[in-house]
């Protein structure tokens, strides 16, 4: 059974449980020394091209998993000696070049870069620009610009070359979208790991823990029911499980109420894209809804009634572990790990979920569920906006960084008829989430399917079960 789409995620996984099992030892004194050499046995490496710098790298994600490197707070830190200094070639002629009659490519270019040489094309990298306009008219695709995986994948510019051509993240640009952390095929772009935190928590006896589970998770872990990865949730030593969802209900309101107020919205959930707006887009900021994301919204729901309970976040999102962090949620929320850690706890003790009974999950309306793909927001939105006014609702959904940066383009130029603005910054929405164990088609086709077996329609009576279900 094949629980991760790469061998970047195993290696992750395969550290976690090894770093898992030592805190449940009372062993963590020996796991700089220790587990390098059970991940990377020897005596021949492969990963890397010896085994000294694979174990090297795996001390590094340890430090990652015990915390990060105490001078750098940011989520989302690079692995410099993991990075492989891949190419940065830009654009460049390969020996696909044909030689052809025409040179489309030389005639379309602005700056006279490209002549023609022994019948192929060079370019002279002293004149040329990069635009690409020769990339295009190249007939047989003969020339190419080749880019970092990690600097292709970020969609705010945030990571540059050292003059030791090593990644770099330029922390002010930087949403914490996790982009990276999924492409970097290398696995040099981390997120820091807060799993010794949550273990902590789970130790402590005098108050309970709950686990509030995003949307997203239903379809992550395709080989059980939902129903018993729950089971399993509360074997690993929460009081309850709860479903984020029902924080994602109780904000659809207030977004509809500030939408009437104001006549132009966006919506608050993704934590990347308010973190986009703010630094890329500081003059729209006036537009992002006030409401709470809504794993805080869950944590308030919960602390409301329960004042000194501890809730830890289990989520798909980088996002979420710089989130949790910040005034407004720090109150409400004590930890976040991932699904991918989610696993590794699930392995590291033992916890077979195939053999175990299903519990009942049943927070959240049929609107809080869909949160988890592009376009939900809207249309639980768009849904209580029709029940309480004829004024006219056309909402966008900005599905991946790509499209929230077009149309912020253009609502800051006035250019829109658009008055509300559903932004994910991850392609397909938190589905698809970088700490997620699958990134396809079918996690869609499962959230609409969870959703529809909601049994209520309607977001405000989930709340006020769901808040009388822990008063009880």
């Known amino acids: 059974m094949r629980k991760f789409e790469t061998d970047v995620q195993k290696l ?15 062993k963590l004194d020996f ?10 046995p020897g005596p021949a490496p492969t990963m890397r091209c010896c085994i000294f710098k694979e174990r090297a790298i795996v001390q590094e994600r340890i430090k990652l998993i015990m915390g990060g490197n105490n001078q750098k707070s940011h989520v989302i830190q690079m692995i410099d000696i993991a990075c492989d200094e891949c190419p940065v070639g830009g654009i460049f002629v390969t020996p696909s070049c044909r030689g052809c009659l025409s040179h489309p490519c030389r005639d379309v270019c602005p700056k006279q870069a490209i002549t023609i040489v022994e019948r192929k094309s060079v370019i002279d990298k002293s004149r040329c620009i990069e635009c690409g306009l020769c990339v295009k008219a190249c007939p047989y695709h003969a020339i190419i610009n080749q880019v970092r995986p990690c600097v292709e994948s970020c969609g705010v510019e945030a990571i540059t ?8 993240i330029d922390d002010e640009k930087c949403i914490t979208c996790g982009n990276c952390v999924y492409h970097c095929p290398f696995g040099a772009c981390v997120d820091r790991s807060f799993i010794i935190d949550a273990l902590k928590l789970l130790q402590q006896k005098e ?23 729950i089971t399993g949730i509360k074997q690993l030593g929460f009081t309850r499980v709860v479903e984020v969802a029902v924080g994602a209900d109780s904000i659809l309101q207030a977004e509809a109420d500030e939408w009437l107020k104001k006549g132009v919205l966006t919506s608050s959930c993704c934590p990347s894209f308010k973190f986009f707006v703010k630094k890329h887009f500081p003059e729209l900021v006036k537009y992002v809804s006030q409401s709470d994301s809504p794993m805080v919204a869950t944590g308030k729901l919960i602390k409301a009634i329960e004042p000194k309970a501890k809730v830890i976040f289990i989520g798909p999102c980088t996002s979420k572990k710089t989130e949790f962090q910040l005034p407004h949620a720090r109150p409400y929320i004590d930890c976040v790990i991932s699904f991918e850690e989610l696993q590794a706890l699930f392995d590291a003790r033992e916890i077979h979920l195939h053999n175990i009974e299903p519990t009942k999950l049943d927070d959240a309306s049929f609107y809080g569920r869909i949160f988890a793909k592009s376009g939900g927001i809207l249309a639980g939105v768009q849904h209580l906006v029709s029940k309480t006014s004829d004024k006219k609702f056309v909402g966008v959904a900005m599905n991946g960084i790509k499209e929230c940066k077009a149309w912020m383009s253009n609502l800051k130029n006035n250019q829109l008829v658009q008055n509300f603005f559903e932004g994910m910054v991850c ?37 006020k079960e769901f808040q009388n279900s822990i008063k009880k």
């Not at 070359?161 to 770099?168: E, V, W």
């Open 161 to 168: 070359m050292t003059n030791l051509r090593k990644a770099s």
């Open 31 to 40: 796991i700089y020394t220790d587990i390098p050499k059970i991940v990377s």
């Open 427 to 463: 392609r397909g929405g938190c589905l698809n989430g970088p700490l997620g164990l699958r990134h396809n088609g079918q996690t869609l086709v499962d959230i609409d399917k969870f959703g529809e077996r909601a049994k209520r329609y309607d977001p405000n009576i989930s709340v």
């Open 207 to 229: 108050n309970k823990v709950y686990a509030i589970v995003a949307p997203s998770i239903v379809g992550q872990f395709d080989y059980v029911e939902v129903e018993q990865l």
């Open 12 to 26: 992750k996984y395969d550290i976690l449980v090894q770093v898992i099992k030592a805190y449940d030892q009372n």
